[in-house]
């Protein structure tokens, strides 16, 4: 599933989420932004703090909405689609993976999406725990949530994206937290979907994983690409 931007513009206008003006400490803004990602490609996207990379991804998922120009998934633009729609076909990772995670249980969250959409309660468990021993996070289905690592609650969060099946994964610091043994299983898992057409976009400081696992990079600086 291809991922493009068309003169994509996008600036922060000072108004927090509840209303009230903030003025911003510094003027920032994505400027006509333009790129194309073909289906089944991974690309990292890496820049300096507040260069604009999760703002971009952002934009990528539907979660904002750009001021000017058009990005486009499977060659149709977004703009017009609701959050749900988007996320048919596009998964987002957050940096923090707790705004992900809300089931009480590590089970109870991968399953919960799949039983709201009426699969079978039985599928949906055995896909979970498939799903758990991939993320090496087997043995863990009945445990509380918030007794869970900062590493396993990454792994648990990318285990609930990849559990959807999204054509377009946009992960945002994928690695934070993961020790060097799940970053090279988790780079064989994004490789294994790229196999199946799945379009990666990779958000990351981590520099050596994205020279190992991706087929080509955007650099961001000050909302520009470079």
Not at 69 to 91: F, K, M, S, Y
Not at 146 to 167: C, D, I, T, V
Not at 205 to 223: M, P, Q, V, W
Request: hydrophobic share 35%; charged share 25%; net charge neutral.
């Amino acid at each position: 599933m291809s991922l493009e931007f068309e003169n994509v513009s996008y600036s922060y206008n000072g108004v927090s989420r509840r209303g009230n003006y903030q003025p911003p400490a510094k003027k920032f803004s994505l400027n006509a932004l333009s790129f194309k990602i073909k289906s089944g490609i991974c690309t990292a996207l890496t820049g300096e703090n507040g260069s604009g990379k999760t703002t971009l991804g952002k934009l990528c998922a539907g979660i904002l909405k750009p001021d000017k120009g058009r990005v486009l998934v499977a060659g149709e633009d977004i703009a017009p689609l609701t959050l749900g729609q988007i996320g048919e076909r596009a998964g987002y990772l957050f940096q923090n993976p707790e705004r992900q995670i809300f089931a009480p249980t590590v089970l109870e969250d991968l399953t919960f999406p799949a039983l709201i959409a009426g699969e079978d309660e039985a599928e949906a468990c055995e896909r979970g725990r498939e799903m758990l021993d991939m993320m090496q996070l087997f043995g863990l289905e009945n445990r509380s949530v918030f007794r869970l690592s900062g590493g396993e609650k990454q792994r648990l969060a990318l285990a609930g994206l990849l559990m959807r099946n999204p054509r377009l994964l946009i992960l945002d610091e994928p690695t934070t937290g993961i020790d060097a043994a799940n970053r090279e299983r988790l780079g064989k898992i994004l490789r294994e979907r790229q196999k199946d057409g799945v379009t990666v976009l990779l958000i990351t400081h981590d520099i050596n994983f994205a020279d190992k696992y991706c087929d080509s990079r955007l650099t961001i600086d000050e909302g520009a690409l470079c």
